[in-house]
């Protein structure tokens, strides 16, 4: 199993951000105002609660949580992609949280191929649960939907990058 030493300094920041951009890919896809980011963000951080209690999550999805959990880590994840995404579109920063997931399916295959499957699809569920966390469309949540098109597709992109079955 593959924890923080089995990987560089870079590679392992590249991990501790891909949790961040995968949220962030989806709410890129379809921004949904100040309330709907609100909830989005708290999807992702109940996500990370949810692996952190479960005595039985993959030793590596626990090692990226416990170090995010962490102000360095946080520090780490964030500094990086704030340059990346900087100035950026929603657009351009779907493309470049999309572009850090392929590293990062990249570094596990070379990295940790007996984690990989089980990281990707944490991750996938990650930007799944962003997804469904606010109504998309409608008025005052009435008559939207609960994953958009938009987002589905962001899903899809997703999954393909990390070489996930939709």
């Known amino acids: 199993m593959a924890d923080k030493s089995?990987?560089?300094?870079?590679?392992?920041?590249?991990?501790?951000?891909?949790?961040?951009?995968?949220?962030?890919?989806?709410?890129?896809?379809?921004?949904?105002?100040?309330f709907g980011l609100l909830q989005e963000s708290f999807a992702s951080g109940k996500m990370l609660a949810k692996a952190k209690?479960?005595?039985?999550?993959?030793?590596?999805?626990?090692?990226?949580?416990?170090?995010?959990?962490?102000?360095?880590?946080?520090?780490?994840?964030?500094?990086r992609l704030q340059q990346a995404l900087a100035g950026k579109k929603p657009g351009e920063m779907k493309a470049a949280c999309i572009e850090i997931l392929g590293k990062v399916d990249k570094i596990l295959g070379a990295k940790a191929p007996g984690d990989a499957a089980v990281f990707e699809n944490w991750l996938r569920q990650i930007g799944q649960s962003v997804a469904e966390a606010a109504g998309e469309g409608g008025f005052l949540g009435i008559g939207g939907v609960a994953v958009s098109e938009t987002e589905k597709a962001t899903l899809n992109e997703i999954s393909s990058v990390l070489k996930l079955a939709s």
């Open 6 to 34: 089995s990987f560089t300094s870079d590679e392992w920041q590249t991990l501790l951000e891909s949790v961040m951009a995968t949220g962030l890919a989806v709410t890129a896809a379809e921004p949904s105002g100040l």
């Open 53 to 79: 209690m479960d005595a039985g999550a993959n030793p590596l999805v626990k090692a990226v949580v416990d170090e995010l959990a962490t102000s360095s880590g946080r520090s780490m994840s964030s500094s």
